[in-house]
Every structure is written in structure tokens, then in C-alpha cells.
């Protein structure tokens, strides 16, 4: 069975020191312990099991560089560091009975505008999850302590409540109760709920917090005793309503402890109205909630991780290959307000302020990085390195940190950031995630071989091997890598180096001298040989402007160099400093809407690729606009604080 903390960072198991009582002791007065059905599960399928070709290695054991990376980790541990968890505990403690020791935060958190929401709760999960990251990634016990201490508080509130149940709502558990009965209701409890649930494990899988490990089980319990009434036919009622991943958090748990009930939660969690047609190969994802989905199917790959039933395999590959391959945008984001909308009607959407919602871009790399341990194709490194840079690294303010939640491309709009303590949307949450995580998918390894996915300045420890690789690079400013081996006895090893989809060429060099030519991109070049100290790799790639278009809308176009997506960069003429800082995400497309008439571009999409110009700086660009001005172009990751547009609409090349 594949190790429950599957991202492969911790090292010891995650339930150590858990025991019965402690498991028992979180449940209310009458409850049963599922713990007494934890024996071998009559509901694991005889199916072979998968093993993962590919292991991640401990983020504890990748350092990170100078670069754009580096610096968007520190600007968001800043901004962990200034929040304050016992405001995040306020509504958890009074929902306890207990008195709040701070003020709670505004935005999504207690604004009456948006209670009607009930995510009340899901910054603490987010923000938990952010700790633990940060801790595994940096060593730094402040991260440690803070979690440690939202885990004590959390226990104490399940002890003052007698339930394992611990939440933020306005109503406190009366509308997961009502929701479990099938009443209506407001909002999404069960997505708020996930967050906690996801935080607790990450506390537990990557800081080892034994206090983190008891609460989340008490939680699961609670789940298991509650849902248990709802036949297959309500629970499948109730999973209409968004609620998150808490298919995958469950297939964690049964992985963790080998306890049936959480594997019958795991399926029951798995949403059939969209698990039944995505294992048939039918895209019926128009109109549907994008980040909704994609959670579940984060949730689908790991239930047929520990079970091996092959429609949740099907299912999570195919929505990777319909959203990733035909429903995303140039910059690896999809959706326009937040939905699906149909392929054909690309032209409609594509210039929507309201565009690419970042949690989907978050999530959506979680999936991808799924599938690639089981299958390590190059196109999945491909999108993972496309969305990372044009979705994730484009979405953080690079001066306050701050997070975007749409990033849209409305000709001539900006970026618009969360204020930082009253806004806390979920894009706010997996804001504080994602620069946290960036050491986590550079490097990979099986039992022969070390891939190098990513092109950041970086090393990597391969403790089995008694080895250290350091990546020296400028990329993307200059389409080069040096690697360098540090290894204290000749080792033996096959390097693996990623020949990406999007250069046309690549050369190999190995202490200086040509080791490997290729001209077939999209696949991984394999140098296998015994390396001694200081043996160098140098990889050699090739970064040319490409126009890139829908083939529902072909006079619509977007412009490329390597993985990175180009941009018209407008100034800041007529934008108050700090007017992009903002607090209510519903009014995406109404802040700053000033008119706005972008520069016209005219002409065929590939002659005008081959007509952009590199300028002195590394990684600016003009482009002849229709009246002979050239237009200034960036990389999007770069666009801040300023107006911009990622596609164009083209017109025809004057007579």
C-alpha cells in the first residue's frame, strides 16, 4: 500500500503514539469506536495494489536557491508569521463553549456578507497546512510551535464539546447537522471541514505533531458515527453540495490506520455523478463548479491508489487530459467565473476579468503530480512547469505577498491581491500553500534513476545514495542548466533530464563534452554512467515565441517563449498605488474598470511570433502593433501592479 503521507515527506508513520483511548476519548457520549472494526478490511478489493514508479523526495532535503521561487517563499512565510492563530481559533472556541483569547479575522471568516457561505474555518485548515509545509521545507521551529498550538486548542475545544466535531460556523455544528438530515441549506460546511481535515494531516505527515494526529482522528470518528445513517442514495444527495476532498482525506486516513470504516467513507465520499461518466471517457463537465471537481478527483486517484478499482483511475486520468489538454487557457488555468464553460464558446470566455480561478490552478497541480508518480510522462512535467509558472508564481504579489484569486485576461485589467486580514478567501488558503511547497516537484527518484522535472536553482540530498546534485541556473532567463554531482565514493545512477515539449532541440553535455543530442521533445534523456565528485551535466534547450490559439476561436491568440506566456504590459497610468490590494472577490471586473483600449495586433499569429524582438533586458520583448508601435511584451509571472493582456484578438493583415 502506498505510504499515507503519498506527497513523501514524512519518514516515520503517521499515527505513532496513537492509541485506542486517545481515539475513543474523542468521540461524544453513546459513540462506538471505529477503532474496534480496525482488523483486516473485508472491504479492500483483491485488485492488486498500485505502487508508485516514482518517489518524491522529503522536502527536508531540497534547498532552494536564489530566484523568483525563493523569494515568493519568503514573502509568503513573512506573511504566515504575521497572522495570529488564536484569531483563527475565535469562532472554533466559541463553537466549543470557550471563551476566544483574540478578535477573529473579517473577510470570509465573520463578515455577515458572506455567512451565507459557511467556509467559516477553512483559513485555520489552509493555514495549518501552510505551517506544515513550511516547517518540512525550512526546518524553522516557529512553524513548529504554531502548530502545535492550534492542535492543543483544537483538542481542548473537542473535550469542552464532547464531540470530536470541531468547527467555525456562524451556527456552530447545526448546519452539518441539518445538511446530514438532507434539509437545504447555505454554503459548502463540508469543504470548510476538508481544509481542517487536510491540516490536521499535513501537521501530522509533515511535522510530526502526535497532538494534530489524535485530533484528526477524533474528527474522522465523529464523520464515520454521523454519516452513518444516510443510505448510499442520500449521502450521494448531499455530496451535490461542494465538499471539497474529503475522498482523498479519508483514503488517507484508511491508509494511515487500516481502518474500514474511513476505506467505506473514502468510496462513499466519491462523488458518482462524476465519477460514473469520467471512467466512461465523457466529458460532461460544461456548466459544472471547476474547483469543485477537481478536489474529488485528487480524491478518485487516491482512493484507486489503496484499492487498485480501476474506474477511479480512469476517471482522474481523463479529467486531467480533457481539462488540461482542451479546456485551459495558455497560462494551464481554465474556467471563467469559476465554471466550465464549453469549448466552442472559447471566444466568449477567454477575455472574462473573472478567468482562472488560482485554487483550480492549485489543485490542478496536485493532480498532475498524482499522476505523474504512477506514469512519469514528460507532459505532465510540461503542464506542472507551465501552470507553476504562469498560475502559482503569477498569482503572489512579489512586494506584499499577498494572492490573486482570478487572474483573468481582460485586456488591459490587473492583478488584483487579497488585503491581508480581511479578505481570507480560498484562494487566500491555497495562497499560503503554494510558495511554500516549491521544493516538492523539482526532483524525483525510483531505485535507478533521479529525474529533474524542474529547471530551478536547487539541490537535492539522495540520502540512499550517499549524494548531492546542485542545480546552478538563470532559467527561464537563459534556457541552460549546470548540474553538479557530490557523492563521497563513485556512484552509479541514471539521470534522467526532461526534454520539454516546448524546446525543439536539446544538447547534453557531461564534464564539458557532448553526451547526448535530441530533436524529439516532450520525453526524458537518460544519462546512465558511474559519477564521481564534481562530474558536471550541463542541459542546453532551446526558447523560441510561439503563437498559441484555440481551434475554436484561431483569431484569438496568446504568445509563448519556453513554458513561459507572454505579456502586453501597459503601465500603471490611472491606478492609485494599493488599488489592487482588495477584500470582496465578487467584484472581480468591477474594481478598476476604467476603459481601456489595448494596442491592435494584425497580421497571421505565426508571422507575428516570428516578428517579436528580445530587448537588452533578459526576458522582455516588443511586437509590432497595427500601427507600427511596438508593444511591450513580459512574462506574466512578472506582471504586477500594472495592466496587462495575455491574449489578443487579431485582425486581419491590411490589403
Known amino acids: 500500500m502506498i505510504d499515507p503521507c503519498h506527497a513523501g515527506y514524512a519518514r516515520r508513520h503517521v499515527l505513532t503514539g496513537v492509541g485506542k483511548a486517545a481515539l475513543v476519548a474523542g468521540l461524544a457520549a453513546g459513540q462506538v469506536s471505529v477503532l474496534d472494526a480496525a482488523k483486516p478490511s473485508s472491504l479492500a478489493t483483491a485488485l492488486p495494489l498500485p505502487m508508485a514508479r516514482l518517489v518524491p523526495f522529503d522536502m527536508a532535503d531540497v534547498t532552494l536557491g536564489d530566484g523568483p521561487f525563493l523569494h515568493a517563499q519568503h514573502k509568503t512565510l513573512a506573511y504566515l508569521l504575521t497572522l495570529q492563530p488564536d484569531r483563527m481559533l475565535h469562532n472554533f472556541r466559541v463553537n466549543a463553549g470557550l471563551p476566544p483569547k483574540a478578535p477573529v479575522y473579517g473577510g470570509w471568516e465573520s463578515d455577515p456578507i458572506w455567512a451565507d457561505i459557511n467556509c467559516h474555518g477553512h483559513t485555520l485548515?489552509?493555514?495549518?497546512?501552510?505551517?506544515?509545509?513550511?516547517?518540512?521545507?525550512?526546518?524553522?521551529?516557529?512553524?513548529?510551535?504554531?502548530?502545535?498550538?492550534?492542535?492543543?486548542?483544537?483538542?481542548?475545544?473537542?473535550?469542552?464539546?464532547?464531540?470530536?466535531?470541531?468547527?467555525?460556523?456562524?451556527?456552530?455544528?447545526?448546519?452539518v447537522a441539518a445538511h446530514l438530515r438532507g434539509e437545504a441549506i447555505t454554503g459548502v460546511p463540508w469543504y470548510a471541514l476538508h481544509k481542517v481535515y487536510a491540516g490536521l494531516r499535513d501537521a501530522a505527515c509533515l511535522a510530526d505533531s502526535d497532538t494534530a494526529r489524535t485530533v484528526l482522528v477524533r474528527l474522522a470518528d465523529w464523520a464515520v458515527v454521523a454519516s452513518r445513517p444516510l443510505?448510499?442514495?442520500?449521502?450521494?444527495?448531499?455530496?451535490?453540495?461542494?465538499?471539497?476532498?474529503?475522498?482523498?482525506?479519508?483514503?488517507?486516513?484508511?491508509?494511515?490506520?487500516?481502518?474500514?470504516?474511513?476505506?467505506?467513507?473514502?468510496?462513499?465520499?466519491s462523488h458518482k455523478a462524476i465519477l460514473t461518466p469520467l471512467s466512461q471517457h465523457r466529458d460532461h463537465l460544461d456548466g459544472l463548479h471547476a474547483n469543485t471537481q477537481v478536489p474529488?478527483?485528487?480524491?478518485?486517484?487516491?482512493?484507486w491508489e489503496i484499492t487498485g478499482k480501476p474506474e477511479y483511475r480512469d476517471a482522474a486520468a481523463f479529467f486531467w487530459k480533457t481539462v488540461a489538454l482542451t479546456r485551459s487557457f495558455a497560462t494551464g488555468g481554465h474556467g471563467d467565473n469559476e465554471h466550465f464553460f464549453p469549448v466552442a464558446d472559447f471566444a466568449k470566455h477567454v477575455f472574462s476579468a473573472k478567468g482562472s480561478e488560482t485554487c483550480c490552478q492549485h489543485n490542478m497541480l496536485k493532480l498532475t503530480r498524482a499522476l505523474f508518480l504512477q506514469d512519469p510522462q514528460a507532459g505532465y512535467a510540461d503542464y506542472y512547469e507551465r501552470t507553476l509558472y504562469n498560475g502559482?508564481?503569477?498569482?503572489?504579489?512579489?512586494?506584499?505577498?499577498?494572492?490573486?484569486?482570478?487572474?483573468?485576461?481582460?485586456?488591459?485589467?490587473?492583478?488584483?491581491y487579497h488585503a491581508p486580514e480581511t479578505a481570507f478567501w480560498c484562494c487566500t488558503g491555497t495562497g499560503m500553500e503554494n510558495h511554500v511547497k516549491y521544493r516538492d516537484s523539482i526532483y524525483f527518484h525510483d531505485d535507478?534513476?533521479?529525474?529533474?522535472?524542474?529547471?530551478?536553482?536547487?539541490?537535492?540530498?539522495?540520502?540512499?545514495?550517499?549524494?548531492?546534485?546542485?542545480?546552478?541556473?538563470?532559467?527561464p532567463e537563459s534556457p541552460t542548466t549546470?548540474?553538479?554531482?557530490?557523492?563521497?565514493?563513485?556512484?552509479?545512477?541514471a539521470l534522467k533530464l526532461r526534454h520539454p515539449g516546448w524546446s525543439r532541440a536539446a544538447v547534453v553535455l557531461v564534464n564539458g563534452v557532448e553526451a547526448l543530442r535530441s530533436t524529439i521533445p516532450g520525453r526524458y534523456l537518460?544519462?546512465?554512467?558511474?559519477?564521481?565528485?564534481?562530474?558536471?551535466?550541463?542541459?542546453?534547450?532551446?526558447?523560441?515565441?510561439?503563437?498559441?490559439?484555440?481551434?475554436a476561436a484561431p483569431d484569438i491568440v496568446?504568445?509563448?517563449?519556453?513554458?513561459?506566456?507572454?505579456?502586453?504590459?501597459?503601465?500603471?497610468?490611472?491606478?492609485?498605488?494599493?488599488?489592487?490590494?482588495?477584500?470582496?472577490?465578487?467584484?472581480?471586473?468591477?474594481y478598476n474598470a476604467a476603459p481601456f483600449t489595448p494596442p491592435t495586433l494584425a497580421g497571421d499569429p505565426a508571422t507575428l511570433a516570428n516578428a517579436i524582438r528580445a530587448s537588452h533586458r533578459p526576458l522582455e520583448f516588443t511586437i509590432p502593433s497595427a500601427d507600427g508601435q511596438p508593444v511591450r511584451l513580459i512574462p506574466y509571472h512578472r506582471i504586477a501592479h500594472e495592466r496587462y493582456a495575455t491574449y489578443w484578438q487579431v485582425q486581419p493583415a491590411p490589403a
Open 392 to 416: 502559482i508564481l503569477a498569482s503572489q504579489d512579489p512586494d506584499s505577498g499577498m494572492a490573486t484569486y482570478f487572474q483573468g485576461a481582460r485586456p488591459g485589467y490587473m492583478k488584483l
Open 448 to 475: 535507478r534513476a533521479l529525474y529533474v522535472n524542474l529547471f530551478v536553482p536547487s539541490a537535492v540530498r539522495w540520502r540512499d545514495r550517499d549524494a548531492v546534485l546542485t542545480q546552478t541556473t538563470a532559467f
Open 296 to 303: 474529488k478527483v485528487i480524491g478518485f486517484h487516491r482512493v
Open 482 to 493: 549546470i548540474l553538479r554531482w557530490t557523492v563521497k565514493r563513485p556512484t552509479e545512477v
Open 558 to 590: 496568446a504568445f509563448t517563449v519556453g513554458p513561459l506566456v507572454l505579456a502586453g504590459a501597459f503601465g500603471r497610468d490611472g491606478l492609485a498605488p494599493g488599488a489592487d490590494i482588495i477584500v470582496n472577490e465578487r467584484k472581480y471586473g468591477d
Open 125 to 175: 485548515g489552509h493555514y495549518l497546512s501552510a505551517c506544515a509545509l513550511a516547517y518540512r521545507s525550512t526546518g524553522d521551529a516557529r512553524f513548529k510551535a504554531r502548530i502545535d498550538h492550534i492542535a492543543r486548542e483544537l483538542a481542548a475545544c473537542q473535550v469542552a464539546s464532547g464531540t470530536g466535531l470541531v468547527c467555525a460556523f456562524p451556527d456552530g455544528p447545526a448546519v
Open 526 to 551: 537518460e544519462i546512465v554512467r558511474v559519477w564521481r565528485n564534481d562530474d558536471t551535466v550541463e542541459l542546453r534547450l532551446d526558447m523560441h515565441p510561439v503563437a498559441e490559439r484555440s481551434p
Open 231 to 269: 443510505s448510499p442514495a442520500q449521502f450521494e444527495t448531499m455530496l451535490d453540495t461542494e465538499h471539497g476532498g474529503m475522498n482523498e482525506v479519508f483514503a488517507d486516513l484508511y491508509a494511515m490506520t487500516g481502518t474500514p470504516d474511513y476505506l467505506l467513507m473514502a468510496e462513499r465520499f
